[in-house]
């Protein structure tokens, strides 16, 4: 395995979409193309899926530094009320674009820290949301909720409204890793929310674990894994810690690299890992996720409706995910979009009307069939083709970069079908960088993405 890790051990994206966002062609993207596909997503749609609403909320009152997320570190709780009225001004310039009432299917709450926000706030921000919306007869609304500051009110106010599942940073419960990364949480603040949480009547509540942080060992991700135990979300993010301290305005600065772990150690992290959730009852999905069988997301892998996006891995599909709030992406399938990053540009534009995008990707044809290839890798393990469903003319070129993945038993190549292995699921990213036609065309020159392992 050794071999194999050292091998494969190369700069990958994680494929939340395709095309990745480094290869985004801005020249032939605009306003009006994007605001042109969001009208026929939804048109196509919104009767039949409903739409997806993702929401950035980007306050946070510390630095976790293991963090490449967009965020502003500040103290000061009388920005949440204007930044929230931003956020209702945006919805309204996207329902503009509606030709009815959107019907909401998934609404997630992320950050950031969502729960540095009040529960009032929280509740007038939501209530703003379906003031003007519908919620379908399946709706799935999620939360990130930070173990130390998530309070029994937060909990219920969004219970009431809607909210039934919620995950809660944990990272790992070793005091030396937690200090590295700033973000020191005793395991009875877990136990304490989550617990909260199943009295209230959540249904789904999951806990988010990295591996390779600084100082950390497979001892540590034991003891972490055991202490899980005890509380036996419904399910876990297990996935490895990206470190990328060369993107503009991450907070991954608080250690040196000689602190974090090898490749081949942060393997055999993932693997002990693995292996100790199998023993508790845990059935892998996807990438780097994990559900009992009676978790949606666990169901929806079963049924073949697992789908992933900038959210993650979710239990079903919508065509058209609308990103609000500073630095949000969204996907209308035919298109993406990323907003300002700037808190203050953000809020400027949108009160002058204009929705706060400042760059975007509109997919061609070839796109949107590599897109399906590289979905059905990460939900399913496998994707198909035929000369009139999925075939595209570098087909034959992609099998060649993938002969020598099948020699080292990573995937089983059959007439017009790729399988990946028990052994290849750990490098499934190396997998669809096969399929990444944009990324073998013109090889990175300066650092863009995490290494695989």
């Known amino acids: 395995m050794c071999s194999i890790v050292q091998k494969y051990n190369v ?113 007038f921000l939501v209530n703003g949301i379906l003031r003007y ?20 009110e937060h909990l219920q106010v969004l219970y009431d409204v809607g909210f039934r599942r919620v ?26 929310v989550t617990q909260w949480a199943r009295e209230i009547g959540y249904t789904s509540v999951g806990h988010d674990i990295i591996f390779g942080l600084p100082f950390q060992t497979s001892a540590h991700v034991e003891e972490t894994i055991l202490r899980t135990k005890e509380l036996m979300p419904d399910r876990l993010a297990f996935y490895s810690y990206a470190h990328v301290p060369w993107m503009k305005g991450n907070g991954q600065r608080g250690f040196k690299d000689k602190d974090l772990p090898t490749a081949n150690e942060k393997r055999n992290q993932y693997e002990q890992g693995k292996k100790l959730l199998a023993e508790v009852g845990y059935d892998e999905i996807g990438m780097d996720h994990f559900a009992l069988p009676s978790d949606s997301l666990h ?15 979710t239990a079903s599909k919508t065509h058209l995910m609308v990103g609000l709030g500073a630095s949000s992406i969204s996907d209308s399938w035919y298109g993406f979009a990323q907003n300002v990053k700037s808190l203050e540009e953000y809020q400027h534009l949108v009160e002058n009307d204009i929705l706060p995008i400042f760059r975007g990707h509109i997919l061609t044809g070839e796109d949107e069939i590599v897109r399906r290839h590289i979905l059905n890798l990460m939900c399913h393990f496998e994707t198909s083709w035929s000369k009139h469903k999925l075939y595209f003319a570098e087909m034959e070129q992609v099998l060649e970069r993938l002969q020598e993945m099948e020699s080292d038993g990573l995937v089983v190549i059959a007439q017009n079908q790729i399988k990946i292995t028990e052994k ?17 065309r013109r090889a990175p020159e300066t650092k863009l993405f995490s290494m695989t392992v």
């Open 424 to 440: 290849g699921k750990p490098f499934v990213r190396n997998i669809c960088m096969a399929f990444d036609l944009l990324l073998q």
């Open 167 to 192: 995950s809660y940073g944990v990272q790992d419960y070793n005091e030396t890793v937690q200090k590295a990364i700033n973000r020191v949480q005793p395991f009875e603040n877990v136990k304490k």
């Open 299 to 313: 169901q929806s892998m079963i049924s073949g409706k697992l789908h992933r996006n900038f959210m993650g891995y």
């Open 11 to 123: 700069p990958g994206p994680r494929y939340t979409s395709y095309p990745t966002v480094p290869y985004w062609n801005l020249n032939t993207f605009s306003g009006k193309k994007w605001e042109a596909s969001v009208k026929k997503s939804f048109d196509a749609s919104n009767s039949k899926d409903g739409i997806s609403l993702y929401i950035h909320l980007p306050f946070c009152e510390s630095m976790c530094t293991f963090c490449g997320c967009h965020k502003r570190i500040t103290k000061r709780h009388d920005l949440e009320l204007p930044y929230i009225k931003s956020i209702l001004k945006e919805w309204k310039l996207y329902r503009n674009l509606f030709s009815e009432r959107p019907i909401i299917k998934e609404l997630h709450l992320g950050g950031g820290t969502p729960t540095f926000f009040s529960p009032e706030n929280l509740k």
């Open 133 to 152: 919306s519908e919620k379908s007869k399946n709706y799935e609304f999620s939360f990130e909720g930070h173990p130390n500051n998530t309070t029994k």
